[in-house]
């Protein structure tokens, strides 16, 4: 026991270690990776990898999604893909059927996403734990049923072929030209924006609350259903962006291509990032989305390494990779006294104390 405990600190001891360079050198981090990321077109030849690696955009916006809904919420869904689907198949219905543009179908397609998360959400929310969970995998479940079996709209099985590709002024974006690359990035940093300005406000605070311990939730008057239900909207909103952006990307969409199995690849990747964290979806949807691609001699066990991998997760590091907690210090605003002895008071107006805040 002692062996593993120490394994376990070993490991944490690590990950703290790069974690506080990282923080130390945030700025010089931050302005490498985003010339990094806008040069990476030109610098990759392959078309193929380039391929992956905008693969790896749609589940970063698919996994921040459900991140907000597990790893912030703290609500367990089973049927993430649903909503995937649902904005993969509106988009490539209006476009294929009725000729509009990518531009305008990829928002209705979300819209309709986040109308079906609405619709989901107001009855189901009231549930918790593994009811949840089993209600929002029965939906994913009849989702793909629909699309099974309304072969008038969806074509069944056979699924939407021809769906057009993103242009602008005429111009085709592709693979080639990197059109899709810098589409997918514009579409990245959206979701990363609005899901840091949720996390960061009043509603990101009250989510949180409600993860750590619904019943001292309700009981500081935090509406626990409204901010549930909020939660699933705008995770269902994302997903749907991400679905109609991968449609256009693949042209080709069928019933299977959004099974239980793609559900479960987004839970494992919020799981193994960090719930709780932002660039932990990042992340985790590099490691899990290339790893496929590199170990193809895995690629018929790869969801029993997913599996394996979980288990480790869980056993070592059960707030992923980048998750957990860390130590920064708070500035309490002015004019705010936190107490009226010095004994009692863990600072002065104005001036800093050490405290504990949610890692992003």
Known sequence: MEKKNYGTHKLNHIVGKIQGAMIKNKNIVIALLITLVLALPYIISSQYVLRII?????????????????GYAGQVSLGHAAFYAIGAYTSAILSVNYGISFFITVPVAA???????????????????PYLAITTLGFGEIVRMVL????????????????????????????????LYYLILIFVAITTV???????????????????????ATMMGIRITYYKV???????????????????????????????????LILSIVILGGMGTIKGMF???????????FARFLQAYRFVVYGVVLIMMMRYRPQ???????????????????????ETAP???????????EGV
């Open 54 to 70: 905008i693969m790896i955009g749609v589940y970063s916006i698919l996994s921040l999604s459900l991140g907000l809904v597990t």
């Open 111 to 129: 819209m309709i996403a986040a109308l079906c998360g609405l619709l989901l959400g107001l009855p189901t929310l009231r549930l918790s734990g």
């Open 148 to 179: 099974s079996n309304w072969d008038r709209v969806t074509n069944g099985p056979l699924g939407i072929s021809r769906i057009p590709r993103p242009s602008i002024l005429g111009i085709e974006l592709t693979l080639a030209n990197n059109g």
């Open 194 to 216: 609005v899901m840091l300005a949720i996390v960061k406000s009043k509603m990101g605070r009250a989510m949180m609350a409600l993860r750590e311990d619904e019943l001292a």
């Open 230 to 264: 909020v939660a699933f909207v705008v995770s269902a909103f994302f997903s749907g962006l991400a679905g109609a952006f991968y449609a256009h990307m693949i042209r080709f969409i069928d019933p299977n291509s959004f099974t239980f199995d793609t559900s479960i």
């Open 283 to 293: 992340l985790g949807s590099a490691l899990l989305i290339s790893f496929p691609e």
């Open 320 to 342: 992923g990779i980048l998750g957990g907690q860390k130590k920064t210090e708070y500035k309490l605003p002015k004019g705010v006294d936190v107490g009226q002895s010095k």
């Open 347 to 357: 600072g002065k107006t104005g001036e800093s104390i050490n405290t504990v805040e």
